[in-house]
């Protein structure tokens, strides 16, 4: 409540846990997250609608044209029951492939046509016209990496075409195996000049003291940089609540106090 001005579900919003059942719908857990969050005037950012992961049971075993109206019936149900309260909703996550072919991930999503991405995101416009309609992904941060020329080529296509789409979300998970890039603020620069806002989504850097801090400030003066950055989030407060704790990737320690970054 002290430090923060947004709130991010980590998983209450997932597929999984909002449809358990197809069709039943459970929102209890993210609703005690949204009402803490409009009853302090933070934002709430949505996470996610179409994924290929923590999807349910049901719709793990679902292919083909059933598979894709569960996606857009979910879309549709879940974007309608929050409409009016979400500043963003992350409509698709990670639909790219990592390395680099610049080809879509596989997915039993996927699998029912390239154009399920720019249905998710009509779905999602319909169901809550006032909600900023963005598109996150990881390995994106690095402006030449096949990956994130991909992603920008298609928010490009998009934009072009009138699918409709407001910001593109760099999740940012960073450590030595993927490391802030020196290119970042030209990522983030290029993608606003599509016109769409982006925002940093997951962000948390693994590492400690000095060296972890100035990673930080570089991530955060990039986005100050470029006007229409509109948001940074960081996945998880304590280090000891990180879904990689191991890395001590967040601002604060496992007893709440601030970490030099
Ligand atoms: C992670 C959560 O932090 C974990 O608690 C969960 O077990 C798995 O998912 N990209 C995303 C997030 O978009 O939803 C993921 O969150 C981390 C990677």
């Known amino acids: ?33 949204v009402n803490h969050a409009l009853g302090r005037g933070m934002k709430v950012r949505g996470h996610t609608l179409a994924w290929h992961s923590q999807q349910p049971g049901w719709m793990q075993n679902m292919s083909g044209s059933a598979l894709r109206s569960a996606m857009l019936n979910h879309v549709t ?77 298609m928010v490009r296509d998009f934009k072009t075409r009138g699918v409709p789409i407001d910001c593109v979300g760099l999740q940012s998970h960073f450590n030595s195996g993927s490391p802030y890039p020196g290119n970042y603020r030209t990522t983030l620069s290029s993608f606003a000049a599509l016109g769409v806002d982006v925002q940093i989504t997951e962000l948390d850097i693994e590492g400690s003291g000095t060296s972890q801090a100035t990673a930080y400030r570089n991530v955060v003066n990039d986005c100050l940089a470029v006007a229409r950055c509109t948001g940074i989030t960081v996945w998880g407060i304590r280090d000891t609540d990180s879904w990689r704790a191991s890395g001590t990737p967040l601002l604060f320690d496992g007893n709440g106090n601030k970490k030099p970054a």
């Not at 909002?18 to 609703?31: H, L, S």
Request: proline share 3%; aromatic share 12%; net charge negative.
């Open 77 to 153: 149900r879940v974007a309608t029951y929050y409409r009016g309260k979400i500043d963003s909703w992350d409509v698709v996550n990670e639909a790219f492939a990592d390395g680099s072919s610049g080809a879509r991930r596989d997915s039993n999503l996927q699998r029912t046509g390239n154009d399920w991405i720019e249905a998710a995101f009509r779905a999602a416009r319909a169901a809550d016209p006032g909600a900023k309609l963005c598109y996150n992904d990881y390995n994106t941060d690095d402006w030449t990496h096949a990956k994130t020329q991909a992603v920008y080529n």
């Open 1 to 33: 409540n002290r430090e923060f001005n947004s709130v991010t579900p980590e998983n209450e919003m997932k597929i999984d846990a909002t449809e358990p059942q197809q069709n039943q719908f459970t929102f209890g857990n993210a609703d005690r997250i």
